[in-house]
């Protein structure tokens, strides 16, 4: 439920909300999830974190971290940490959810309502903090993927939960073929470890 006289911001984990989409089977488009959230309530922020291969020549992100940067977003980055794993894999931390939750925690005195898109665990507790405040909390993540994608324990302790196919006619698209290029692609499969989605 959203009032249009509430003040509302939005905290998206980038790299989980791009695996539940993924799951879902489409892409996002910001501008069109940005509008929607701000035809619900007073959008005061936007906020998306991921974090980038600085050294890289190249990042498969850049494209959407500037697109999101002019359109409306506040853009919050760290850069990721690459190692080599036991086996001698190549992993890529970039975990961003301190800064999201700091963020969040500093935003809730000036907010009615936080909408986090991420259906990671380990935000059960910043959830229940905000609403301490009381600040009402809508998480946005899904239950219909295989395996679900969000944590059972977030989505009850969330206010309001809404399941991302529930908003792929308003804001998603087809995802596009992996020999497309987009000027808005997200973060490719191997770019992060499975357990920075969690």
């Given at each position: 439920?959203?009032?249009?006289?509430?003040?509302?911001?939005?905290?998206?984990?980038?790299?989980?909300?791009?695996?539940?989409?993924?799951?879902?089977?489409?892409?996002?488009?910001?501008?069109?999830?940005?509008?929607?959230?701000?035809?619900?309530?007073?959008?005061?922020?936007?906020?998306?974190y991921t974090a980038l291969m600085e050294e890289q020549d190249y990042s498969p992100i850049r494209p959407l971290?500037?697109?999101?940067?002019?359109?409306?977003?506040?853009?919050?980055?760290?850069?990721?940490?690459?190692?080599?794993?036991?086996?001698?894999?190549?992993?890529?931390?970039?975990?961003?959810?301190?800064?999201?939750?700091?963020?969040?925690?500093?935003?809730?005195?000036?907010?009615?309502?936080?909408?986090?898109f991420s259906g990671d665990g380990d935000f059960r507790v910043l959830v229940e903090a905000i609403q301490r405040k009381g600040v009402r909390v809508s998480v946005v993540s899904t239950i219909r993927s295989q395996p679900p994608m969000i944590a059972d324990e977030l989505r009850r302790q969330a206010d309001n939960f809404i399941d991302l196919e529930d908003l792929r006619g308003i804001v998603g698209r087809e995802q596009r073929s992996s020999g497309q290029q987009s000027d808005d692609r997200m973060e490719s499969d191997d770019y992060f470890d499975e357990d920075e989605r969690e």
């Open positions: 439920m959203f009032y249009r006289d509430e003040r509302l911001a939005l905290f998206i984990d980038g790299s989980n909300l791009y695996a539940a989409a993924k799951a879902l089977g489409f892409d996002i488009d910001y501008k069109k999830l940005r509008a929607e959230f701000a035809q619900r309530g007073k959008l005061v922020r936007a906020l998306y971290v500037d697109w999101l940067d002019y359109n409306g977003f506040t853009m919050v980055t760290k850069p990721a940490k690459e190692f080599t794993d036991a086996s001698g894999r190549r992993k890529v931390k970039g975990n961003m959810d301190i800064e999201l939750a700091c963020d969040a925690m500093q935003l809730a005195d000036n907010l009615d309502h936080v909408v986090l």
